[in-house]
């Protein structure tokens, strides 16, 4: 059955760092998110993406944060500068089309220290 | 925020059939209610999703009331597996983005 991966499982990375998190959705589908839920809290939406552009941020989603897809597979989360509240498990979810079922990765544990 | 109430949490056994109730009173017409769940710090698993007829797959059923203004998801045979935090969430209809609520955390014992 086809899945969404995330790696690294779990990344650890000095406050101030750049911090890359990376994902491969499944394969025919064109809808990307990146969610993110800190330890003991929901659920959070950060951004969609779709032909290339972002379709809808949240607040958090600020300009320390971009996403990309660098070539017809990954689809990419990077913080440019970690602060000690970006500790949290990012996922990653695709869908084949816009509002339809979004399947998630199993997330990356980023720790910030 | 989300716009729907469940409770904090249920307990079930094993073999029973675990029904998980979900109020969303403000839905509106076309907004469909999707379940997912969660196991431990895993990535949000989707279970099922309906507009306003019953809905059943191989991992539950759905249960829409006539006004749409609550649901339950049924588990027909709940394992230990089944232990996890359980997320309604109507899918409003302007964005694709889904709203996570705290959900229903749900204990299946021995």
């Known amino acids: 059955e086809p899945e969404v991966t995330q790696t690294p499982s779990h990344q650890v990375t000095q406050m101030g760092q750049e911090v890359i998190l990376r994902c491969v959705p499944i394969?025919?589908?064109?809808?990307f998110y990146w969610y993110r839920q800190i330890l003991g809290q929901k659920v959070e939406f950060l951004v969609s993406?779709?032909?290339?552009?972002?379709?809808?941020k949240s607040e958090i989603f600020d300009d320390q944060f971009s996403v990309e897809r660098p070539d017809g597979s990954n689809f990419t989360l990077k913080i440019r500068s970690t602060k000690l509240e970006d500790s949290a498990m990012y996922f990653c979810?695709?869908?084949?089309?816009?509002?339809?079922?979004?399947?998630f990765g199993a997330g990356t544990r980023l720790s910030v220290l | 925020d989300a716009k729907t109430t469940q409770p904090t949490s249920m307990d079930c056994a094993e073999g029973r059939a675990a029904n998980l109730p979900c109020n969303h009173s403000?839905?509106?017409?076309?907004?469909?209610v999707y379940w997912y769940r969660q196991i431990h710090s895993q990535g949000p698993q989707y279970i099922i999703h309906?507009?306003?007829n019953n809905e059943t797959n191989e991992m539950a059923s759905l249960i829409i009331t006539e006004d749409r203004k609550s649901s339950t998801l049924i588990l027909p045979h709940a394992t230990l597996r089944d232990t996890a935090v359980y997320y309604c969430?109507?899918?409003?209809?302007?964005?694709?983005?889904?709203?996570f609520g705290t959900g229903t955390r749900l204990q299946v014992f021995p």
């Open positions: 993406f779709y032909n290339n552009e972002i379709s809808e």
């Open positions: 979810a695709s869908s084949i089309s816009e509002k339809n079922i979004q399947y």
């Open positions: 394969s025919n589908h064109l809808y």
């Open positions: 309906g507009l306003k």
């Open positions: 403000t839905i509106s017409g076309n907004e469909y």
């Open positions: 969430i109507v899918r409003v209809g302007n964005t694709d983005k889904l709203i």
